[in-house]
DNA sequence: TCTCAGGGGCGAT
DNA sequence: ATCGCCCCTGAG
């Protein structure tokens, strides 16, 4: 196990919280799978961690830039402390972080979550992993990591259906075609926000949330936070905006108040009222 | 056992 | 621009 001074970073919040569905906790310990690894995060004394990845070990590149540790937490802490509900949020939440997760895993996962709650979302991701994905044990523990576009592009409607993602299928099947005979997986690191969301939604099964879901927790776009039905009640409830609102209106609206931190913001209020979904009342 | 809604998006009006 | 429906699963 590889030893990091971690501190400020909310392990729990962030990798158990909504951006991901990758991850368990077992035994003080947290696992994460994605299409090429296992992780394993070992909380110690409170500011480090132990950390090993499978099955090439020793993958800080991949760690440092999924965990995001270049983010300046104390300065967007202090951009988006902008109300009271944020700065509740805060202390509910310390340190909550924004992940730089693996783009294909992001897109083709977020397209599972449509219409479903986190605890069906959880199980479905597992029971494609398990049925598509390859095995890897860690710890006595068997994990699979989720399997490649490349791999679901050779499956049939039906095969992928045996997983019980129903109309899904069709939208997974749609991805992983593009993702497999285009350049896309390159392509968009170059792509500005409009041109990125542009392809994104070109993909049957994929609008706007769902491509906001992949520029805020894979692309590293810290100015756009998905809009669910959750945000929504936010933004309608607390912050009175018009339930009437277009999309890309209360999208706009977000990015300017929280001053190009929406990702942090939306997601620190995100996380706030499923706690306590109550304040919305 | 049955009913119902759930982290959206499509296709028909 | 609105609205029913999509396939399945777990909660009540």
């Known amino acids: 196990m590889n030893k990091l001074k971690l ?6 919040k962030t990798l158990l919280g909504g951006q991901s569905h990758s991850w368990d906790k077992i035994n003080d310990a947290y696992y994460g799978f994605t299409q090429h690894n296992i992780i394993k995060i070992t909380p110690k004394n409170n500011d480090e961690i132990l950390w090993q990845t499978y099955p090439k070990k ?3 590149e991949f760690l440092k830039n999924y965990l995001r ?4 937490i104390e300065n967007i802490k202090r951009i988006i402390s902008k109300d ?14 924004i992940l730089g997760q693996d783009f294909e895993e992001t897109l083709l996962i977020f ?8 605890k069906a979302i959880r199980k479905c991701v597992r029971d494609v992993a398990k049925k598509f ?7 006595d523990i068997e994990f699979f990591l989720f399997p490649e576009a490349e791999v679901l592009n050779n499956l049939t409607e039906t095969e992928l259906k045996t997983t019980g993602i129903g109309f899904r ?12 005979e285009t350049d896309l997986n390159q392509r968009i690191y170059d792509l500005n926000e409009q041109e990125a969301r542009e392809a994104l939604t070109q993909i049957h099964g994929v609008g706007d949330k769902v491509s906001d879901c992949v520029l805020s927790f894979a692309l590293k776009f810290d100015n756009i936070t998905p809009l669910d039905v959750w945000s929504k009640r936010i933004l309608t409830s607390l912050y009175k905006l018009d339930p009437k609102m277009k999309y890309e209106d209360m999208r706009r609206w977000i990015d300017d108040y929280f001053e190009g931190y929406a990702a942090w913001g939306g997601h620190y209020l995100w996380e706030y009222v ?3 979904p109550q304040v919305l009342q």
């Open 69 to 72: 540790l270049d983010i300046d």
């Open 274 to 276: 499923r706690v306590h």
């Open 84 to 97: 009271n509900y944020v700065a509740e949020s805060i202390k509910t939440n310390p340190d909550l972080r």
């Open 133 to 139: 994905g390859e095995r890897i044990v860690v710890d």
């Open 111 to 118: 397209i599972l979550t449509q219409h479903k709650n986190i």
């Open 169 to 180: 299928a069709k939208y997974i099947k749609d991805a992983a075609r593009i993702l497999t």
């Open 7 to 12: 501190p400020n970073y909310n392990l729990e």
């Open 58 to 60: 020793d993958n800080f």
